[in-house]
């Protein structure tokens, strides 16, 4: 739905790709933080000027010159750091009596009558030395269909922001709905197949003008750093995390306009992280590898280091890389479809249990906006009353997390014996049965039934997590950026993904899930902590079949022993990746590895990985390891994961 949508010319050959990998470290000569980012881009812009016309090109080597959107867009973006080409460009705009265009201004608030939408024609208005002159121009003829479009969206809310505020709400909370982890996957991409970079500034510009914390905007930043190319323009569209098209004007200047208005926002982001107090003394030494794991850091390909082979130097390039990763892996895993804004919550019972109110609920978070069994857990309010921390408790079903299953594995309890709201959760076919209190169920869970399966069972779990916290987030009585997340072996595996995947989740635990891809054949020491992610229930399974419990199968024999790999493992495995990727998402919050059998000392060389980035990003004492002699949890683990959320999931007093 924007002019350059039919109009820049794409190179979407592998050449221009492999340009740019060779090249991307160059961005970060133009500058390592955004301010440099920001001169840059400047600088692109102004190499672009045309001295004889007047104008800049659409982008380099263009003999079209774009009046509307291209060249008022620059004359906005230079007006303070070159007023000088500024003043020419708007002159040369009115000599060519082409002032306005009806909808690009509405980014300015100089569009009189903005809304209906109308449909656009795009016209010749001179040829100068055998370059063409062309603008935008909107035509009296509404606009049909224009709310499949995140562009769009975002317009109509920054054209309503001052004068239908509500609206103007509602219109942005569409285009979040469109966001997949990758960009806004509107109309026009879904025909294209390509994601459309000036979105991704769109979409941070209309945030600053709502005066809101824009959803998923660590990685629309980090996406949209990513986008810039190391002559310092912004590529125009990419696909699978790869830039495809050329920098132009028009893609440059918003990119440009929305780094102004989030200035630092990467850097703010990172700041804002708790700065934590020193670890209790019952912690502290379990954030310190052992003496001969301190330097180690095992065969692992770093994740310091991008695809290309670029080191990471500065926070500026980890967030590029981090967008880098998360590309990766949900590409590998099949990407998630929107996650759900106001899930919906049925309360089936309310039980009280000493001081603590216990509710049965339904909650709309799986994928198919399938409703979850789960169970919550309030204690009674303070007094002066105050919002709570919050734990999300993952595991085959909800009771055992409260203390009515298995045993040694109800955190959710203990932590709401502790003043914590706590929602523990089972897998989505997990239907609560208070009368079942010692066995788990372990029916798979592989998607809703019946349906081809388009994301990987695990990280369809990481999805249900996901708004599982936007669950506890919407309690009046829940702090919502002090929401941690803890589950053991199955859980633990769902909480590694989860709060990896899902970086609202302020700290977690991950209790003996086996914390890297290891086909070693361990059963004598791990008979009950398989690290089996190669089972089609985790990542084994081959997307677009059926999702069929009953005929899932048994776990498998190891890869090792002629099992053929399947699935996301396949292609992640044999491609150099491993979970320590996923753990360097989790930088900077910190999280606990409770450690048994699946995940001994020997983790420390993984780990380790995450402690670097740690060190680039400037914060210590935000990756631990416990260990105990079993993969059952003890007393004394569970006490240190309350230790854990209590010291970094507390407000300070």
Not at 126 to 148: D, H, P, Q, Y
Not at 313 to 341: F, K, V
Request: charged residues 20%; proline residues 7%.
């Amino acid at each position: 739905m924007w002019r350059s949508q039919s109009s820049r010319v794409f190179l979407g050959s592998v050449c221009l790709a492999l340009y740019w990998c060779a090249c991307s470290g160059a961005v970060s000569n133009g500058g390592n933080n955004i301010s440099e980012r920001i001169q840059h881009g400047e600088s692109f812009l102004t190499n672009l000027f045309d001295t004889r016309l007047r104008l800049l090109p659409e982008y380099r080597g263009s003999s079209t010159y774009w009046l509307f959107h291209d060249n008022y867009l620059a004359a906005h973006l230079l007006s303070m750091t070159r007023p000088d080409l500024s003043r020419q460009i708007r002159s040369t705009l009115e000599s060519f009596g082409v002032t306005r265009s009806g909808k690009i201004e509405i980014v300015f608030g100089e569009v009189l009558e903005p809304l209906p939408f109308r449909t656009y024609v795009l016209t010749n208005v001179a040829s100068l030395e055998g370059k063409a002159i062309r603008t935008e121009l909107v035509t009296t003829n509404i606009l049909s269909g224009w709310e499949e479009y995140a562009d769009l969206l975002l317009l109509a809310s920054l054209a309503q922001a001052r004068s239908a505020e509500a609206e103007a709400r509602r219109n942005f909370e569409r285009a979040v709905a469109m966001w997949d982890g990758q960009g806004f996957a509107d109309q026009a991409t879904k025909h294209s197949g390509l994601y459309a970079t000036y979105k991704l500034a769109l979409y941070l510009i209309a945030a600053d003008r709502l005066k809101t914390s824009p959803p998923h905007g660590r990685d629309v930043i980090a996406r949209l750093l990513a986008m810039q190319a190391p002559e310092g323009g912004w590529i125009t569209d990419y696909k699978d995390g790869m830039p495809f098209g050329l920098a132009n004007v028009e893609t440059t200047c918003l990119a440009l306009l929305a780094l102004q208005t989030h200035g630092q926002a990467p850097e703010i982001t990172l700041a804002a992280q708790p700065q934590l107090p020193e670890p209790p003394d019952g912690l502290a030494q379990f954030f310190d590898p052992p003496q001969k794991y301190r330097s180690d850091l095992g065969s692992f390909r770093s994740p310091l280091l991008f695809t290309d082979g670029t080191p990471v130097r500065t926070p500026a390039d980890w967030q590029r890389r981090r967008a880098e990763i998360l590309a990766t892996w949900h590409n590998a895993m099949g990407p998630w479809p929107p996650l759900i804004e106001n899930p919906r919550v049925e309360v089936v019972n309310t039980t009280r249990r000493g001081n603590i109110t216990q509710q049965q609920l339904r909650i709309e978070i799986a994928l198919g906006n399938e409703l979850v069994d789960a169970l919550l857990l309030v204690p009674d309010p303070e007094v002066p009353a105050r919002k709570r921390p919050a734990v999300l408790v993952t595991y085959y079903d909800a009771e055992t997390g409260v203390g009515l299953g298995a045993p040694m594995r109800d955190y959710g309890w203990q932590l709401a014996q502790r003043g914590f709201v706590t929602l523990s959760i089972g897998k989505p076919n997990a239907q609560i049965d208070l009368t079942t209190t010692n066995k788990p169920r372990t029916d798979p869970y592989l998607g809703p039934i019946g349906k081809a399966v388009r994301v990987q069972p695990l990280s369809a779990l990481a999805y249900a997590a996901a708004n599982a916290h936007t669950v506890l987030a919407q309690r009046s009585d829940v702090q919502p950026d002090r929401i941690g997340i803890v589950g053991h072996s199955f859980g633990g595996k769902w909480a590694m993904f989860a709060s990896c995947l899902y970086d609202k989740f302020a700290a977690a635990v991950w209790s003996d899930p086996g914390i890297v891809f290891d086909e070693r054949d361990r059963r004598k020491q791990n008979p009950n902590g398989s690290v089996n992610y190669w089972d089609v229930w985790y990542l084994g399974f081959d997307l677009g079949a059926i999702a069929d419990p009953q005929n899932a199968g048994t776990w498998r024999k190891l890869p090792s022993e002629g099992q053929p790999r399947t699935g996301a493992y396949k292609a992640l495995v044999e491609t150099g990746h491993d979970l320590i990727e996923l753990h360097a998402l989790m930088a900077p919050r910190p999280f606990l590895v409770s450690g048994g059998t699946a995940d001994l000392p020997e983790r420390w060389p993984a780990l380790n990985h995450a402690v670097a980035v740690n060190k680039v990003l400037g914060f210590d004492h935000r990756v631990a390891l416990t260990a105990r002699e079993g993969h059952t949890p003890t007393a004394e683990a569970n006490e240190q994961v309350c230790s854990f959320f209590e010291w970094c999931l507390r407000p300070p007093n």
